[in-house]
């Protein structure tokens, strides 16, 4: 099992651009979460879904959009990037049941200049 | 009030001491409580999940206090090893599995 697989590792974009953060997990996981982490924070919850067709809003939703037509994919979306939004951005997962780990992608570094 | 809150530290220690971290949360019905690990701004691992009645992993000690609203960590014995930021991690008011993390206590243990 590859785990959760976040691409790019990287990426700098211009103010006002756009891209999508893809996330995919082969644990057959029903949960899945984005998480972004700005120098010196903890991390904080974007949007996370509890199973394909069904997403919901965490902590930081604003400015970005997130879709889960699959159980394995969860991509993040960023419409119009703002230097705001230059973060270390996280995909996780987690099986849902009992009381057990989230599985980590490995980030993504964004810049928006 | 923040839902999750923690002491951000740092915690400068000696080899060999005993630490003590606190983590706070605001939803009385939040039944997940866990303690992760971060290591320069890698990705987060499991350190512990934190069980009602209390649980121990070798030098790690998790405790919960439902009446206080707070889960604590307690290191033993620290090692230059331990040195890191240590996130606690509780389920939201929405959801069982709205997971949200403090903003981490950084320890750093000294030769």
């Known amino acids: 099992n590859a785990g959760v697989t976040q691409t790019p590792k990287f990426r700098i974009l211009k103010i006002g651009q756009s891209m999508t953060l893809q996330c995919t997990q082969d644990m057959n996981h029903n949960y899945m979460y984005w998480y972004r982490q700005d120098p010196g924070m903890g991390l904080k919850l974007i949007y996370y879904?509890?199973?394909?067709?069904?997403?919901d809003k965490g902590e930081v939703p604003n400015g970005y959009n997130v879709s889960r037509s699959t159980t394995e994919d969860f991509p993040l979306r960023l419409e119009l990037a703002a230097p705001s939004q230059t973060s270390v951005y996280f995909c996780?997962?987690?099986?849902?049941?009992?009381?057990?780990?989230?599985?980590f992608g490995s980030g993504t570094q964004l810049s928006v200049l | 009030r923040k839902e999750v809150e923690q002491d951000p530290g740092p915690f400068n220690v000696p080899e060999g001491a005993t630490v003590a971290f606190n983590c706070t949360y605001s939803?009385?019905?939040?039944?997940?409580f866990f303690w992760y690990r971060q290591d320069c701004r890698k990705e987060p691992k499991l350190l512990m999940s934190v069980y009602s009645s209390g649980n121990e992993d070798g030098r790690f000690t998790a405790q919960l206090n439902r009446a206080s609203q707070y889960i604590s960590l307690l290191i033993r014995d620290s090692k230059l090893s331990d040195s890191a930021t240590y996130l606690c991690v509780v389920n939201g008011m929405d959801s069982s599995y709205k997971l949200i993390f403090g903003s981490g206590t950084r320890l750093l243990v000294r030769p």
């Open positions: 996780a997962s987690i099986s849902g049941v009992g009381n057990e780990k989230l599985f």
């Open positions: 939803n009385s019905a939040s039944q997940s």
């Open positions: 879904s509890v199973g394909a067709g069904i997403t």
